[in-house]
């Protein structure tokens, strides 16, 4: 069974960078699927954040792109999301997501609830 | 990018009766594929997302056969023939036809 888990600090000060990993059991990232992030700000609709393919190549939110970053550490079969100088606007659920292809998520982590504060 | 979107925003509904949620998008969804990729998802409180539907009308294994997609182009519609206590939750609507992946504000469903 295919399971995905994020872990990062629940709080970031303002300006500073939100990092957060998601942990992959189950499946080997390297051998299939886009492994992504969505966001869920407080009473808004989720949004997609961006993407990591197999091979390694990104793809990311064209409205989030000159701010994140996504990577991934193959050893520990996990991928990461780094978004910097972030606001309050910032602050939401943060999921990490498998999309088999044309954002076609089939599987979501539990979430982490990230709040941007000073 | 495409705009999704769902009415209504709440649905109470009666144990036992039918529920039906409408999506549209601000452009048709026919990929150059000949794809339409218009995905459901239910969440639970207190849970993830789960999807429940793909490529408009076909059901994730696992998924009660009393949810139903249907629709094409940019008008879609998701379907409960018999709402059950454990249906409860928000459901979203979400296009992967034009880059990128964008969703609908949800709709609430609830027990009358």
């Known amino acids: 069974q295919v399971q995905l888990q994020e872990s990062g600090p629940g709080l970031v000060k303002p300006s500073e960078t939100l990092s957060l990993t998601c942990a992959v059991s189950g499946y080997s990232i390297t051998s299939g699927y886009f492994w992504g992030w969505v966001r869920q700000p407080p009473g808004m609709r989720l949004e997609w954040i961006g993407s990591i393919y197999h091979s390694g190549n990104t793809y990311y939110n064209p409205s989030l792109k000159s701010r994140v970053t996504i990577s991934r550490d193959t050893s520990k079969n996990q991928f990461s999301l780094k978004v910097n100088y972030v606001t309050a606007a910032d602050t939401a659920m943060y999921y990490c997501?498998?999309?088999?292809?044309?954002?076609?998520?089939?599987?979501w982590g539990q979430g982490a609830l990230v709040t941007v504060s000073s | 990018d495409v705009v999704m979107t769902q009415s209504p925003l709440s649905l109470p509904v009666t144990l036992g009766q039918p529920a039906s949620i409408s999506c549209r998008s601000s452009q048709s969804l026919v990929k150059s594929d000949g794809n339409t990729y218009l995905n459901w998802f239910q969440q639970r409180p207190g849970q993830s997302p789960r999807r429940l539907i793909y490529?408009?009308?076909n059901r994730d294994s696992g998924v009660p056969d009393r949810f139903s997609g249907s629709g094409s182009g940019t008008d879609f519609t998701l379907k409960i023939s018999r709402v059950e206590a454990e249906d409860v939750g928000v459901y979203y609507c979400?296009?992967?036809?034009?880059?990128?992946?964008?969703f609908g504000q949800g709709t609430k469903v609830e027990i009358k």
């Open positions: 490529k408009v009308s």
């Open positions: 997501v498998r999309d088999n292809g044309n954002w076609e998520i089939d599987l």
């Open positions: 979400m296009q992967g036809s034009h880059g990128p992946g964008t």
